[in-house]
């Protein structure tokens, strides 16, 4: 039982790329989540998604995008990177909002 | 909107010791899940406790134990017999029952750096 898996685990990219980070999971969970957890801070939900088709914004949306065409993946993606979105991206989900959250075990995202 | 607060960004424990590390949060709803997350160098975040604002009983977890104090809004973790797998950043975190909004999503303090002295 493999969890949540994160691709890639380290980048780099340079200011105006875009990448797309990859988030699957193997659970049959219908939530999914990407925080970004900057140095010294606790995490921040950047979007999330309560099934198939529905996604909203978190409280950092603000440059990414999402989307969530099956139960299993919920990628993000980086339009033209900036500095200001480095930092460590972890995926989650859950079976219902009621039970923890697994955690991916993280994207190393530096934009220089 | 609800916050948390994690006001020791580094604490010290010796091997075999007790710690305790504070948590509070702001919230005006009566129901709500509390959560103790642990992260070791190699940045998994890793589920340590969890209390239902429901219940009175803190909940425990071998060495790990809460005291959970709902009016006055505090989630401490104690770590008994420390160890130096201990040794990682700890993370409270807060989740409403509310099924508006962010569902089921996370607010986390800035977490506690915790050393353990052999």
């Known amino acids: 039982n493999a969890g949540v898996t994160q691709t890639p685990k380290f980048r780099i990219l340079k200011i105006g790329q875009s990448m797309t980070l990859q988030c699957t999971q193997d659970?049959?969970?219908?939530?999914m989540y990407w925080y970004r957890q900057d140095p010294g801070m606790g995490l921040k939900l950047i979007y999330y998604s309560v099934g198939a088709g529905i996604t909203d914004k978190g409280e950092v949306p603000n440059g990414y995008n999402v989307s969530r065409s099956t139960t299993e993946d919920f990628p993000l993606r980086l339009e033209l990177a900036a500095p200001s979105q480095t930092s460590v991206y972890f995926c989650?989900?859950?079976?219902?909002?009621?039970?923890?959250?697994?955690f991916g075990d993280g994207t190393r995202l530096s934009i220089l | 909107a609800q916050t948390v607060t994690q006001s020791q960004p580094e604490m010290s424990v010796q091997e075999a010791e007790t710690v305790t590390l504070s948590c509070t949060y702001d919230?005006?709803?009566?129901?709500?899940?509390l959560f103790w997350y642990k992260q070791p160098p190699s940045r998994q975040m890793i589920l340590v406790i969890r209390?239902?604002?429901?219940?009175?009983q803190n909940a425990t977890e071998n060495r790990f134990s809460v005291n959970f104090q709902k009016a006055a809004k505090s989630f401490s973790l104690k770590i008994s017999d420390s160890q130096l797998g201990d040794a990682a950043m700890y993370f409270c975190?807060?989740?409403?029952?509310?099924?508006?909004?962010?569902?089921?999503?996370?607010?986390f303090g800035k977490g506690t750096k915790l050393s353990v002295k052999p």
């Open positions: 659970m049959n969970h219908n939530y």
């Open positions: 989650a989900s859950t079976g219902y909002s009621n039970q923890p959250q697994h």
């Open positions: 209390q239902e604002a429901y219940k009175q």
């Open positions: 975190a807060y989740r409403s029952t509310n099924y508006g909004g962010s569902q089921g999503n996370l607010i």
């Open positions: 919230t005006s709803e009566s129901d709500y899940y």
